[in-house]
């Protein structure tokens, strides 16, 4: 056994589990007309509804002090305080001095690096001025009308999603242009739309290397070259996220376009950092300082909060509770707002590639289940397609429900179906509907007993599916900042309960090196007995493929 599963704070979950697991939600509420009103918390705008979960006081009990036993309040000093938590690569875990308007020092080895986040945060906020007022121009002396943000994972995801989810505050001045997939279709037809001299490609990339940002920066400005301009005016229409100076002058950017990243702040968790200069970009700067003002609210929550009521403990412990106790694989998010129908993707990369582990910080086998499968897609579209699972499935599933209590030039009836659904869907999942309340909707249907009986049990709903219901007034900046922090918060209390590093990716790093080595194959530049005979096998099909005619 693990150190944690031996603990006897998880040995008293387990008999709490083994006791409720027969018990329907729908009797709790019946039994406990205050449940609801108990069973809320509230904090950075966000209103959390958790009463329509498995579980009873003395089970949230038990999970608290399980989050006290494993070391939360000191694992949680120690990120703030900037301890190198991530072990596996002797790093801070510093994403939220990012958003640090406390006006106190985040020291990391014995250097306050605020100075240098807050002369950053200063450099978007004077170059986005200068893009949105026309006065930084392109060789031909005319203005920027379009942005092309190259990028891919965190670089990519968290600006594209943030300006998604924003659209509403959306400046007029430019229009950015998202591409990730190294595929030559995105690219060239992103180009495809543009004029080259009134478009800025922002390329971000710590290390000015990675695969398909740098192939589809080069292919950019191979693009740019063959419509007119030269390799000098690169440097008015190129920009760069980066670590490495060099390799950016060399390409042609000139350096004071080269906005900084840091070791101690991982990919996933960039948004917050000069990679956000693509929202800054779209936003405008004051939405793009919004976002952070909200994350520094939800840190602050985070750290001060009482772990009864604290909203990533409390969400992180119910997903201990389903993932380790009722061995659910997955959760669903389900946000109820057209415009945030892309968190369910941020959040699959935030969860999945921190807590997507098998050994313990210590270097031990793990005996319990760690991360989650983390997938949804925007409500009311889910109802009519993999909400079925949900309900009548044999999984157990855990969900994620998300409205905006009003929303932009709203629709009042729009808007109204969009809540009833939403709300309607966590009172289904939580209290199901019997045969026998199936049995006595079919009266008078003109069936027959055996038949009535027979489609009775097939729409026989078991219910007792767990959702919490996140609300919140509306989703402006600020709001959108401290949900992103919440969910940050939630899987870093699920890596300390697992005692899991949730700040290294070491299997995303092997698929990159591998994609390197068969890419050589494919060239002609490693040797065959570097891959095995399957790989092998389809390198040569590909080259046979694309042999030139």
């Known amino acids: 056994m693990t150190t944690l599963t031996s603990q006897p704070e998880w040995q008293r979950l387990s008999e709490l589990a083994a006791s409720v697991k027969d018990a329907h939600m729908r009797d709790w509420f019946a039994q406990d007309p205050s449940r609801a009103e108990t069973m809320q918390a509230e904090a950075c705008g966000i209103h959390l509804d958790y009463s329509k979960n498995r579980v009873t006081q003395e089970v949230l009990d038990g999970l608290f002090e399980l989050a006290s036993a ?16 991530n072990t596996t690569e002797n790093r801070a875990v510093l994403h939220t001095a990012l958003r640090n308007f406390s006006g106190q020092p985040v020291m990391v080895d014995g250097e ?3 100075p240098e986040v807050l002369a950053t945060l200063e450099k978007i906020r004077t170059f986005t001025e200068s893009v949105h007022s026309g006065e930084h121009k392109g060789y031909t002396g005319k203005p920027v009308k379009d942005v092309v943000a190259i990028g891919i994972g965190g670089s990519f995801l968290g600006p594209k999603i943030m300006t998604e989810a924003l659209k509403p505050y959306r400046s007029d001045a430019v229009n950015v242009h998202f591409v990730a997939n190294v595929d030559g279709c995105h690219i060239k037809d992103v180009l495809a739309g543009v004029d080259h001299e009134e478009t800025l490609v922002v390329m971000s990339s710590k290390s000015f290397s990675t695969q398909e940002t740098l192939q589809n920066t080069v292919t950019a400005r191979d693009w740019f070259l063959a419509q007119g301009g030269t390799q000098e005016d690169v440097a008015k229409h190129f920009v760069a996220v980066s670590s490495n100076v060099k390799a950016a002058t060399d390409f042609g950017i000139a350096e004071h376009n080269i906005f900084p990243m840091w070791d101690w702040v991982g990919g996933r968790y960039s948004l917050w950092s000069a990679i956000g200069l693509p929202i800054s970009l779209s936003l405008g700067f004051e939405n793009f300082k919004g976002l952070l003002e909200g994350a520094h609210e939800m840190d602050n929550h985070f750290k001060d909060a009482p772990l009864k009521s604290n909203l990533p403990v409390i969400m992180a412990m119910l997903g201990v509770w389903y993932r380790n106790f009722f061995d659910a694989q997955s959760t669903v998010m389900l946000p109820y707002y057209h415009y945030l129908r892309g968190l369910p993707a941020y959040v699959q990369q935030l969860d999945m590639e921190s807590n997507g582990k098998q050994v313990t910080k210590d270097g031990e086998v793990v005996d319990h289940e760690t991360g989650p499968i983390i997938w949804g897609s925007e409500g009311t579209n889910g109802q009519h397609s993999f909400h079925q699972l949900i309900h009548q ?17 709203q629709d009042d009836t729009h808007h109204a179906m969009l809540a009833s659904n939403c709300f309607g869907q966590t009172q289904a999942l939580m209290q199901g509907k019997t045969f026998d309340e199936c049995y006595a909707d079919l009266e008078g249907a003109g069936l027959d007993d055996e038949t009535r009986q027979h489609i009775a049990l097939h729409k026989t709903m ?3 599916k767990p959702s919490n219901t996140l609300l919140f007034n509306q989703l402006d900046p600020k709001t959108l900042g401290s949900l992103v922090a919440l969910y940050e918060h939630k899987v870093f209390v699920q890596g300390v309960i697992w005692q899991v590093n949730s700040f290294d990716q070491w299997g995303v790093e092997l698929g990159k090196v591998l994609g390197n080595q068969v890419l050589d194959g494919i060239q002609g530049k490693a040797d065959a007995d570097q891959f095995d005979a399957s790989t092998l096998q389809l390198i040569e099909k590909f080259r046979n493929a694309n042999a030139p005619k």
């Open 112 to 114: 306050d690096v605020m």
């Open 462 to 464: 078991p219910g007792n």
């Open 70 to 85: 494993r070391g939360l309040d000191s694992a949680r000093s120690e990120m703030f305080g900037g301890e190198p938590i």
């Open 393 to 409: 499935g044999t999984s157990l599933i855990p969900a994620d429900f998300m409205l905006p209590l009003n929303v932009p030039n």
